[in-house]
């Protein structure tokens, strides 16, 4: 069957529009970004329905919706480099790379880093360098980062990630286990700033481990 995506990727935007997202750059990349590649193919007709889908070993490509918020709340601050943990599909990976200047990302299984690596490289996106490791460890070397993206719940805030924040940087995260809480940490030299926002629903930062 042949997919009409683009006028499906702009129903999505309009929804992403009336549930809030507002910043036009971020709503554009999104509206450009094939997310149907992002997935196996057998689920490309759900790639615009404002849901999470499977995308092998137990993980999931995130909600439009909630890509879109951690995206714009992201945006809010000037950020240079950004560094992502839980690169999945890539899809976060995607619609960041379009909008700063170089990502980085810190996937433990993988495989899934794998695709995500051969995905990006399809879309032309080269700014991005990617890292098999454990996302709980950030990636010290880079370090410091404008703005800190974390794509799965944490039971509590990392410390090497806080320690990676830059000056003035800014990092979103859904911390807790049972209920979870996305939590938006400013940096301010030696003082973080916390702002607890809405009920949120991820996969777990699993400890420990590679996969
Ligand atoms: N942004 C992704 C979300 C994927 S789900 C997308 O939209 O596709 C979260 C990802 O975090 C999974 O791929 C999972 O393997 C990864 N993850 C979980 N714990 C991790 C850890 N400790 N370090 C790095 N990645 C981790």
New binding site residues.
Partial sequence: MIQNFQGMAKRLVALLRQQGITNERVLQVIQATPRQQ?MPESLAHKAYENTALP?G?G????QPLM?ASMTQLLMQHECKNVL??????????AILAQLVERVYS????AE?QYQAKRRLKQLDLHNISMRH????QGWQSKAPFDGIIV??AASDIPHALMEQLADGGVMIIPVGTVRQRLVVIRRFGDDFEHKQLGDVK??????GSLA
């Fill in positions: 992002f995308i070993k993980q999931t490509i995130s890509v992502e943990i839980g690169t999945g599909s890539g899809y976060q990976t810190v996937e433990r299984i899934l490791g454990d996302g709980w794509t799965a991820f996969v777990p930062l699993v400890p």
